[in-house]
């Protein structure tokens, strides 16, 4: 197929000068929306973002077909990492896309949105038969996909559902991905004078360090990892703290591993609380479950004809990051995670190609125009 290197070029600067960081998406919602309507093809946007604190929703549509089969979905999110404002996009003569060094350049995720768009457009263009088509595109994915977490997924008859938002060589995808959990404690001691009468009191911050010693972080096997990232206490250094707080997230491949690394933290905290009088209180969010995709499933079936089709070498492989794709199967879809022309992502080095956003805008238009296998 010939595609429009140029235009394909000219998005992707368009799209990454368009400010979005996560929950202030509402430039990059209302550009896709109109950009979209001009194709014939309407994004309705969902009323979730009062839900997060965002300024716009989730953007849904569809786009139907000349092919049997049923629809496929694909999806992107339109937040981009901090510092995410004033991003200028900088191509170099070898074809290499960078920021100017003061942002992230915003490819993650807006290689995505630049291939969905040029596929719909050349599919428009061509007169390309191609199979029903949905695409959704998310707020809020940075900050533990809050979009797609409410996102109506009734909405969508798709099956298999492709997520681009992977860094690594085209023809990467993802089938594992960690579930997680983000829990926060509070420590409740008693406060007292640490000069004149400490030994009234009741040390928050001890009870928190006590029980933290007693834990393990990091790997505690080798798909589940455990973190404490941030601790708060205590008012005057003449006071003993009456409470601490701690935040921390627990990952893994294996959602039972989570609960039961949960289970260790919370009760390892109360013993510690009750061996010296005080309590703790506790909240915990499960932000996703894994993502188990197997290798002979549907889903990547068609994903590796298509990159055959197309001659792109295929490399399944699991990450530890979680993405929009963490949400799907408990909506009955099948879905991967698919490279999607990033790398260095989260830092002001991002990059990418405009070879790599060809190949990707490449990819999905032979993923949008396969039949079923027979």
Not at 56 to 61: K, P, Q, R, Y
Not at 94 to 122: F, P, Q
Request: with cysteine.
């Amino acid at each position: 197929m010939k595609l429009n290197e140029q235009r394909i070029t000219d998005t992707f600067v368009r799209l990454t000068a368009i400010d979005s960081p996560s929950y202030r998406e509402r430039r990059m919602a209302d550009y896709l929306m109109a950009v979209y309507e001009e194709l014939g093809v309407t994004l309705a946007e969902d009323d979730t973002a009062p839900l997060f604190g965002g300024n716009a929703g989730n953007l849904f549509g569809r786009v139907p077909g000349t092919i049997p089969g049923a629809p496929i979905l694909f999806s992107g999110h339109m937040d981009t990492v901090d510092p995410a404002c004033g991003k200028k996009a900088i191509v170099h003569p070898d074809g290499k896309i960078t920021s100017d060094g003061t942002t992230v350049l915003g490819a993650d995720d807006v290689g995505c949105l630049t291939a969905v768009l040029e596929a719909v457009r050349y599919l428009k263009e061509t007169g390309t038969p191609h199979r029903e088509l949905e695409l959704m595109f998310s707020p809020g994915e940075e900050h533990f996909s809050e979009g797609t977490r409410r996102f109506d997924f009734t909405k969508s008859r798709a099956k298999l559902g492709y997520v681009f938002d992977l860094t690594g060589p085209m023809g990467t995808a993802a089938l594992q991905a960690p579930g997680s959990c983000h829990f926060w404690l509070t420590v409740h001691g008693k406060a007292a004078h640490a000069g004149f009468a400490p030994e009234d009191g009741i040390h928050a911050i001890a009870i928190a360090a006590d029980a933290i010693s007693h834990l393990t972080f990091g790997h505690t096997d080798p798909v589940t990892t455990v973190n404490i990232g941030r601790i708060n206490g205590g008012l005057m250094t003449n006071i003993i703290p009456e409470s601490c707080e701690v935040e921390g997230e627990i990952r893994s491949y294996e959602d039972e591993k989570i609960q039961y690394e949960l289970d260790k933290i919370l009760d390892t905290f109360k013993k510690a609380a009750a061996d010296k009088g005080g309590s703790i209180t506790h909240k915990v969010e499960w932000c996703y479950k894994a993502l188990n995709t197997k290798k002979d499933s549907p889903a990547v079936a068609f994903y590796e004809r298509a990159c055959e089709k197309i001659g792109l070498p295929v490399r399944l492989t699991g990450t530890f990051g979680m993405s929009d794709c963490n949400h799907f199967p408990q909506h009955g879809i099948e879905g991967i995670v698919v490279a999607s022309a990033m790398q260095q992502c989260h830092s002001t080095a991002e990059y990418t190609t405009v070879q790599d956003l060809v190949k990707l805008t490449e990819l999905i238009i032979t993923l949008m125009t396969q039949e079923d296998a027979e």
